[in-house]
């Protein structure tokens, strides 16, 4: 067939980036400079900080979603609102640019695991993510007996997503909704890929502490 022209190719790399640690390990000056030269290739400075805080809820759709997102955003607003700007997205209308500058204004955002949070490292210095655990279970890990994970995870046990990417973002605090139970999921069916029920009293006091923590915003 005919050949393809590309004025621009963008190439990715190495899944195991986000399950292996040793992949990781001394990589935190190269996910920095990631982060500053594409905020500055759209148009954002990239050492900009927040001068008021801003809450992100991100409505994720599909799976893995939080299953009373309206719930947690009510509760959310009516303890928040007076003191940060409360915002909602699923980023799917959005373009990257804008996805960019949201998540580089804001500072605390809430985020189920997996790809949709992959856009939370572009948050400015000192800003903290909430990420949502699932829970390990039996059918989970005998799916997955030569992954490199294996060693560390067990049944029963809440983990997150991309935890060996994560530990390396070191500019954004990293908070973890921690799911105990299958009462913490939707149809009690918990799983890697199930919604959470996320409990508001739980998540507030985690928006509270970063919050008090990210002080003089």
Excluded at 1 to 30: H, I, W
Excluded at 120 to 136: C, D, Q, S
Excluded at 190 to 204: F, H, I, Q, S, Y
Aim: aromatic residues 8%; glycine residues 6%; hydrophobic residues 45%.
């Amino acid at each position: 067939g005919d050949g393809l022209c590309f004025q621009r190719l963008l190439v990715g790399g190495s899944f195991d980036a986000f399950n292996n640690e040793a992949v990781n390990d001394g990589r935190e000056p190269l996910l920095m400079l990631y982060r500053a030269r594409v905020l500055s290739f759209h148009g954002l400075d990239p050492f900009a900080a927040p001068t008021a805080h801003r809450i992100l809820l991100v409505d994720k759709r599909g799976k893995r979603r939080i299953h009373n997102f309206e719930e947690v955003e009510r509760a959310v607003r009516a303890r928040f609102e007076r003191v940060a700007e409360v915002v909602t997205t699923s980023f799917a209308e959005l373009p990257l640019a804008q996805q960019l500058q949201m998540v580089a204004s804001s500072t605390v955002a809430v985020s189920p695991g997996g790809g949709i949070s992959m856009v939370l490292p572009f948050l400015p210095e000192g800003a903290h993510a909430i990420l949502i655990n699932y829970l390990v279970t039996e059918e989970h890990l005998a799916s997955r007996r030569s992954h490199l994970r294996l060693e560390q995870e067990c049944a029963g046990c809440s983990w997150a997503m991309e935890a060996e990417l994560w530990r390396h973002v070191r500019h954004v605090r990293t908070v973890h909704y921690q799911t105990f139970n299958a009462s913490d999921f939707a149809g009690s069916a918990p799983g890697r890929n199930a919604d959470v029920v996320v409990r508001t009293p739980r998540l507030l006091g985690l928006i509270q502490r970063a919050l008090e923590e990210m002080r003089p915003y």
